[in-house]
């Protein structure tokens, strides 16, 4: 039986959906908290703090992206980074030996990267998360506190951005499983510690300390996964690895588009939490940012089987016919977008019940506005995970749609959100996304491919299905 569970927790779908549900936990448990213990404004400036460590997290520019298929290329035994991985480079290596030469190069090249974008981001962070929390600054009784809180958010979201690049370093190794392991661990202490802080009465700043450690012990256990794998690799380095300048060109060539991706993201996606956190009513933000962030959550354990296995998909892209690549890739998407459906359905029916019955003040959105906002979430997952398929040919091209739509739902949010209110800011981002971004990485996905759009409507969840049952059966 221990054997068993040990297996079960080294599978990275595994431990990532687990993750994910002590993720969604915090949601539940601990946002109703606050709402009863804190003050609007604090209870706002919370909220706020999870936009700012988001954008702390878009100043990698898209390196960690690049960085998992480039260590994933050196692990299969290609011996120099191609420029354009159009499935030729691989299709010849039979016995492919690890390039350690290449994933220490790129190490060392990828550790400077970092050190300049780490001290960008605490510069970046401390000015826009300044600009974005003035006003709450000036209306707060206990401002001191508030000062506190965001010195330490400041902290930890550097530090979480430069756990990205050993955990997209340990991800290209297929290490994956063990970094969401530790992930696991210390988010269901932080989630224990929380509760019980908040139950404490405790003051704001301290819970952001729960935070901070949480962030150190990740940092500390993605690197030492790496190095430790790193030094178990037979090797003849009589040189000095240096900074390679080749290999920089080649990681810049694809991330400054997805640095204006992120960012586009970030606008779509943390927009409108700016904008709600502006509205005079307490329960209006506290029913919208539950109900997004349920399914914001629900989004991410969808897309667990899809994100762990990514490097192999990179790998089969350059390895496997058409035909053979279309099917591994419709258990993922098929999985994606079956867990959120159901997901979401469970949610809708079943959300405000269950709150009632636990006597948590909080509400989910119900009627058409929950329908809409899970549809937009349903059609964000599936055209992201296309655009994961694209990007195994090295190549981004989702940088206009995508900061086109931030942009437009961040402004037309301010012009109208006073006028139809939360509804609208919904409508808006359904339609933005719909006309921009949800049909795009699909039909770039789709070419690549060569699969024609009517045989993907049925080839997808029939290949889909019958892979997991023939999974289920194993």
Known sequence: MIIKKIKILSNPSVTGWIYNLIQISSVVFILPLILKQFSVVEVSFWLLLSTIAGFALITDMGFS????????????????????????????????????????????????????????????????????????????????????????????????????????????????????????????????????????????????????????????????????????????????????????????????????????????????????????????IASFMFTKRMLDFLGAISLVPFSVNINNVYSNFVSKNNQDFRREISVLLFLGVGIFTVGSIGIGLFGNPLLKFAHIDSYILTGSAFVILALTSLLEIHHSMHAGIYMASNKVPFLIPALLSGILILTLGFLFVSEIGVMGLILIQFFVQLALNNWYPVYLSLRLTKWPVRKYIYEMPLYGFGGLRNFIKK
Not at 119 to 135: A, Q
Request: include cysteine.
């Open 65 to 284: 992206n690049t960085l998992i298929r480039c260590v994933s290329l050196f692990r299969a035994g290609v011996k120099e980074l191609p420029e354009d991985v159009s499935g030729e480079e691989l299709a010849n290596i039979e016995s492919p030996i690890i390039n350690v030469r290449g994933l220490y190069t790129l190490l060392k090249t990828i550790k400077r990267v970092y050190l300049y974008i780490n001290t960008g981001c605490l510069v970046l962070i401390i000015i826009f998360g300044s600009f974005l929390c003035y006003n709450l600054f000036t209306m707060s009784n206990n401002s001191s506190n508030l000062f506190l809180a965001f010195g330490i958010t400041c902290f930890y979201s550097t530090i979480n951005v430069a756990t990205s690049m050993w955990s997209s370093y340990a991800q290209g190794l297929g290490l994956i499983h063990k970094t969401n392991y530790i992930k696991v661990v210390t988010g269901s202490i932080k989630l224990l510690t929380l509760i019980i802080l908040l139950l404490l009465g405790s003051k704001l700043w301290l819970l952001t300390v729960v935070l901070l450690f949480e962030s150190f012990v990740n940092y500390f256990v993605a690197k030492q996964i790496v190095i430790k794998f790193l030094s178990s690799l037979p090797n003849d380095l009589n040189s000095t690895i240096e900074f390679d300048k080749g290999i920089f060109k080649i990681l810049w060539k694809p991330t400054w588009r997805m640095a204006g991706i992120k960012l586009g993201g970030y606008l779509i996606n943390q927009g409108n939490a700016i904008i709600v956190a502006q509205i005079p009513n307490p329960a209006i």
